[in-house]
């Protein structure tokens, strides 16, 4: 069979691509040279599965995407509280450029707009790195994030570099209040060059997948930055990645995301996919006109709005039945089905605590065989439920062959061991030698 996927995506981009409003970034002279009528689309998924259309391999500078990536690397480097002393997460609701510090700290509001991505620029790597150094540093960050060797395109760095008038201002003022150290013009040099890599929607939509895989990268298997780095990461996107249009976009895509006045927009869906969009034409904010759209697009087909959420733990019983074995025990077998987190693990407390015939059971069998993964709050939730039991006398039994308690770094012993060596292990494969009661 053909994947229906790619087509779909070709209907998107042909719906989106009808008119092309808007207007190139006519503040870099490269950037207004671009041609106009390239639009494309590219998802990813979180394995690594990878769907384009349109002019999917057209090459385009980064622009401001790079600043959430290289945020991130910032705070591998140094910890969210080093960073967050320098640059906020605050909203601004202002223009990507505007010349804005917090009132009495002179921190920049986040690490989205010019003031922020400059100081997360000069953050990354060690506070004696030069400015050569410090964008190695970044331009290898970026690459282990897109899974390839990235590059950057000379003539934009050049073009840029000449007129960057606002963001030597905004560097100037950075450095008047301490925020940044050293050489306001290296700042910019380092920040221009990291916004003059070149990527194409692939490549933004791999780095969005990393970012929806907690920082592994699909195709590579390398962690490039932690769990922790992801979640700040995502939330500043969420709340600022789209500037002064941050409502709207939570409100009508509603994803993590973050656009670029070269016309890239890319979209990190956590645990589901990375999106990378473009076509150069941007609105007043400076997004592209149709990336935008055909991210919305995808939002409402899709249904990827972060607040539609995930289909809850309704289902987290698959089956609470009472059994009688061949010794005449009579246990509860509780089967668990699905991805065990905080609520699907109060439904399964709920459950056991409310057991009115608990004095007339001898036994409780947790069948975890059909739960593909608990999380660290589900697994201690489960196993003070374990606990509890066992300290009302019953004798308790957990079915769990694929070790899905025992993931964590914290367990002490396998669940195997001990709790599954009993008189009812032999059955438990089927119950079959038990009768229900
Ligand atoms: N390099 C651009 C700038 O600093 C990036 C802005 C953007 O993409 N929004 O002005």
Partial sequence: ??????????????????????????????????????????????????????????????????????????????????????????????????????????????????????????????????????????????????????????????????????????????????????????????????????????????MAATLANGGVQPLTGQRVVSRTVVRQVLSVMMTCGMYDAAGDWMSTVGIPAKSGVSGGVL?????????????????????????????????????????????PARSAIRRDRRLRGPGGHTVRVCSLQGTMQFSGAELVLRALASAEDAERLDGVVLDLRRVHSVDDVAERMLREALRRLRLDGLRVTVVDPECVLDTHAHTHRPARDGEIADEFAPDLASFDNFERV
């Avoid at 990378?276 to 759209?293: C, E, I, Q, T, Y």
């Fill in 1 to 206: 069979m053909k994947s229906p996927i790619p087509d779909y995506l070709l209907e998107v981009v042909e719906a989106c691509g009808t008119d092309n409003p808007g207007a190139t970034a006519d503040y870099i002279p490269e950037l207004a040279q671009a041609d106009p009528d390239r639009i494309a689309v590219c998802l990813s998924t979180i394995d690594g599965v990878v769907y384009t259309a349109g002019d999917a391999d057209a090459e385009f500078s980064i622009q401001s995407i790079s600043k959430p990536f290289v945020y991130a690397l910032a705070l591998a480097d140094h910890g969210i509280d080093a960073v967050l002393a320098r640059v906020g997460v605050e909203p601004s609701g202002e223009a990507f450029n505007e010349l804005s510090l917090e009132s009495g700290s002179g921190r920049p509001l986040n690490p989205m707009i010019n003031a922020g991505a400059l100081t997360a620029h000069a953050l990354v790597g060690p506070a004696t790195a030069t400015t050569e150094e410090r964008f190695e540093r970044v331009l290898r960050g970026l690459s282990a994030f897109a899974g390839r060797d990235l590059a950057v395109d000379e003539s934009v760095f050049d073009s840029e570099l000449s007129t960057a008038y606002r963001n030597s201002a905004i560097a100037n003022m950075l450095r008047s209040y301490s925020v940044i150290d050293g050489d306001p013009a290296e700042v910019v040099r380092g920040y221009t060059r990291q916004c003059a890599i070149t990527v194409t929607v692939r490549d933004l939509a791999v």
């Fill in 267 to 311: 979209g990190a869906l956590p645990g589901q996919v990375g999106i990378g969009a473009f076509s150069p034409r941007l609105d007043a904010h400076g997004s592209s006109v149709r990336g935008v759209r055909m991210c919305r697009r995808l939002s409402d087909d899709m249904g990827l709005h972060i607040m539609d959420g995930p289909e």
